[in-house]
């Protein structure tokens, strides 16, 4: 074999080589992209309304193609009914390592999953030789909590009353699309808040408090908003709205006239200058639960489980209604007694135990009782008078009888 032979036999054979490892490359480097979610964390708690899904997205022996994509939407079995966003960031084709940064806008509470998804060519230094380009796609995925808390509530206002003294409150809606309730409390003089009342549900933006009445003073309320939490389980408080005051005056002097024609005084079991009782302390700061019924913080999620409870433990005590006085009547409704009422010469029998008469109905007392009672009462003491003077005048026709005859008198 000449020399010429031996060059080109050698020259074919690095050609073989060559295509071999053209041939090859695709299964010798391929590879996924890395993916890294940075924000939020696993888990993590968010307590904002808006932010940003941040990742990274890397191809060690390649470059990054077609475009990046990123989704938040909630995760099955979710309280949120938040719809699906998603962002795509697209690629140079040329860079081996790229950041996203995606921002979310969330308008309920809830558990969210956010997917990052990246695709990455590979990249055999500079081998021109490959025809076939392998594409590898690579999905990173990340559960998080949306637990941001409701707005203070706005628009507080106070009314009172004039007749009754009672105060009421009243607030303007929240906003929040998953509210649960709001909870009221109320402070005397520079006292600290105290719960007062929950409402029933998002629906109900005012509450009468009618005790009040019982002692004037200078009162203040503010109101506290509850949105749906990272569950079904829990909910998330505001902060408290501005606090709205209310000056309660004294009752109306004994003997005046209010309107509606009654004669006012002293609430029996009130005495001006002092509360409905003993309240708790400061709540703000502490966590809701039922043995401490409306303790809210100002951030933070609060247990759910014992709601009922809750609600029943923070609502306002039931106090009776200061309904006025109507004055005296001489209707009283009170049935007849088992006795006897005198018609003439005749005696006629009126209600048996039990304060209804032959036709079954109560029947009020009137002048005619009054005079009948008056007639009977001076009939026994008549009869009582007359047995008194036949058993002395008895007795002394007795003594009579007894005494011993006097011996006659003989003249001298």
């Given at each position: 074999m000449?020399?010429?032979?031996?060059?080109?036999?050698l020259a074919?054979?690095?050609?073989?080589?060559?295509?071999?490892?053209?041939?090859?490359a695709?299964?010798?480097f391929a590879g996924?992209?890395s993916l890294l979610?940075?924000r939020p964390?696993?888990?993590?708690l968010?307590?904002a309304?808006?932010?940003a899904?941040d990742?990274?997205a890397?191809?060690?022996?390649g470059?990054?193609?077609g475009?990046?994509?990123?989704?938040?939407?909630?995760?099955p079995?979710?309280v949120?009914?938040?719809?699906?966003?998603?962002?795509?960031?697209?690629?140079t084709?040329r860079?081996s390592?790229?950041?996203?940064s995606f921002p979310v806008?969330?308008?309920?509470?809830g558990?969210?999953?956010a997917?990052v998804?990246?695709?990455?060519?590979?990249?055999?230094?500079?081998l021109?030789l490959?025809e076939?380009?392998?594409l590898e796609?690579e999905?990173?995925?990340?559960?998080?909590?949306?637990?941001?808390?409701?707005a203070?509530?706005?628009n507080?206002r106070?009314?009172?009353d004039?007749?009754?003294?009672?105060v009421?409150?009243?607030w303007?809606a929240n906003?929040e699309?998953?509210m649960l309730f709001y909870v009221?409390?109320r402070a005397?003089g520079?006292?600290?808040?105290?719960?007062l009342?929950?409402?029933?549900?998002?629906?109900?933006?005012?509450?009468?408090?009618?005790?009040?009445a019982?002692?004037a003073?200078?009162?203040?309320y503010q109101v506290?908003?509850v949105?749906r939490?990272?569950d079904?389980?829990?909910?998330?408080?505001?902060d408290?709205?501005?606090a709205?005051?209310?000056?309660?005056?004294?009752p109306?002097?004994?003997?005046t006239?209010?309107p509606?024609?009654?004669?006012?005084?002293t609430?029996?079991?009130?005495?001006?200058?002092?509360g409905?009782?003993?309240?708790?302390?400061?709540?703000?700061g502490s966590t809701?639960?039922p043995?401490s019924p409306?303790?809210l913080r100002?951030?933070g999620?609060?247990?759910?489980?014992?709601?009922?409870a809750?609600?029943?433990?923070a609502r306002?005590p039931?106090?009776?209604s200061n309904?006025?006085?109507p004055?005296?009547t001489?209707?009283l409704?009170f049935g007849?007694?088992?006795?006897?009422?005198?018609?003439?010469?005749d005696?006629q029998?009126v209600a048996?135990?039990?304060g209804?008469g032959?036709?079954g109905?109560?029947?009020?007392l009137?002048a005619?009782?009054?005079?009948?009672?008056?007639?009977?009462?001076?009939?026994?003491?008549?009869?009582?008078?007359l047995?008194t003077?036949?058993?002395?005048?008895?007795l002394?026709?007795?003594?009579?009888?007894?005494?011993?005859p006097?011996?006659?008198?003989?003249?001298?």
């Amino acid at each position: 074999m000449t020399a010429f032979t031996r060059l080109r036999v050698l020259a074919a054979g690095t050609l073989l080589m060559v295509a071999g490892a053209g041939v090859l490359a695709p299964a010798a480097f391929a590879g996924k992209p890395s993916l890294l979610i940075t924000r939020p964390g696993d888990g993590q708690l968010i307590t904002a309304r808006s932010f940003a899904v941040d990742a990274e997205a890397r191809m060690s022996n390649g470059v990054l193609v077609g475009k990046i994509t990123v989704t938040v939407a909630p995760a099955p079995n979710s309280v949120s009914k938040q719809a699906t966003q998603s962002g795509e960031f697209n690629t140079t084709g040329r860079d081996s390592e790229q950041k996203v940064s995606f921002p979310v806008q969330t308008e309920y509470n809830g558990k969210y999953l956010a997917t990052v998804r990246a695709t990455g060519r590979d990249n055999p230094s500079g081998l021109g030789l490959i025809e076939d380009d392998e594409l590898e796609t690579e999905t990173a995925i990340r559960d998080f909590f949306v637990v941001a808390p409701p707005a203070p509530p706005t628009n507080v206002r106070t009314a009172i009353d004039k007749e009754s003294r009672a105060v009421t409150l009243s607030w303007a809606a929240n906003t929040e699309k998953d509210m649960l309730f709001y909870v009221v409390q109320r402070a005397k003089g520079d006292g600290a808040f105290s719960p007062l009342a929950t409402t029933d549900g998002p629906g109900g933006t005012s509450i009468v408090d009618p005790s009040t009445a019982e002692a004037a003073g200078e009162y203040r309320y503010q109101v506290v908003a509850v949105r749906r939490g990272a569950d079904a389980s829990t909910g998330v408080n505001s902060d408290p709205s501005p606090a709205a005051s209310a000056t309660v005056p004294g009752p109306p002097a004994s003997g005046t006239t209010v309107p509606g024609g009654t004669t006012a005084g002293t609430t029996p079991g009130s005495e001006a200058g002092t509360g409905g009782g003993s309240t708790p302390g400061n709540t703000t700061g502490s966590t809701l639960s039922p043995n401490s019924p409306g303790a809210l913080r100002s951030s933070g999620t609060l247990d759910l489980s014992g709601f009922t409870a809750i609600q029943r433990q923070a609502r306002r005590p039931d106090i009776r209604s200061n309904e006025p006085d109507p004055g005296f009547t001489d209707a009283l409704p009170f049935g007849a007694t088992n006795t006897t009422r005198l018609v003439g010469e005749d005696e006629q029998a009126v209600a048996p135990p039990g304060g209804t008469g032959e036709d079954g109905e109560v029947r009020e007392l009137g002048a005619e009782d009054a005079s009948n009672d008056r007639r009977r009462s001076a009939g026994f003491l008549a009869a009582g008078l007359l047995a008194t003077v036949l058993l002395m005048h008895l007795l002394w026709i007795k003594g009579e009888v007894q005494r011993e005859p006097l011996e006659a008198l003989v003249p001298e």
